[in-house]
């Protein structure tokens, strides 16, 4: 749960934080792949970054609205690598907030929708169908703290709530990172192969007793 006697600034710190913490503790060992591969996968996974506040403002000026705090927040930390946070979404650079926007009010309208709201910015894209996005305030007022996620979703003409706040929405995000987390270090983990650019996660039979996180890396070179 989201500790409301916090500010945006000091829950995303916190965010980070774990997300440091999960990153860390990798349910995995890698099996027959390179150190070359090894390397860059664990330099992805551990590696979270935001981009400059004057970026922020730069994309306001194109959206028109003022981005809530917390999401400025979680571009300032987050906005440029954010290891597997988010992961399986597309997550909008800073500057691509407008062009998101776009293609999410043409998915909305082609589902029989009338069009996102004024000020709307969204910020993901899930599986290519799904769009969630907030309501900036407008430019020349004070940035509120929050605002609730909105969804829209192909072929449906209706705007829903996926979650009351961005800090909500961030918090679920990151509990599900962990609990994966914490179920695949407490069954043994599995073992990961890259090749060719691709990933292959390898699961021994819980009742095999093999636990991949107790063994050694094993690599090709």
Partial sequence: MTDVTKTPAQVLDQICTRLQTVAEARPFRFRDTSRDAARAHLIR????????LTSTLQAEDRLQ???????THFYTRLGEARGEFLMGS????????????AEADKLFRESGGAGLPERAITFLFHQGYTAHFVIGSPIGEPRIDDAPVLAVTEGSPEIRQVAPSLLAYFEASLRELE?????????????????????????????????PVDTEDVFVD
């Fill in 179 to 211: 609990e994966l987390n914490e179920i695949q270090l407490r069954q043994g983990g599995y073992y990961l192969t890259l090749r060719d650019g691709r990933a292959t996660q390898s699961f021994p039979a819980l009742a095999s007793g093999e636990r």
């Fill in 65 to 71: 609205a003022r981005l809530p705090k917390a999401l």
């Fill in 90 to 101: 597309d997550v909008a650079w800073i500057f691509a907030l407008a062009a998101f926007g």
């Fill in 45 to 52: 996974r551990t590696t979270f970054r935001g981009c400059k």
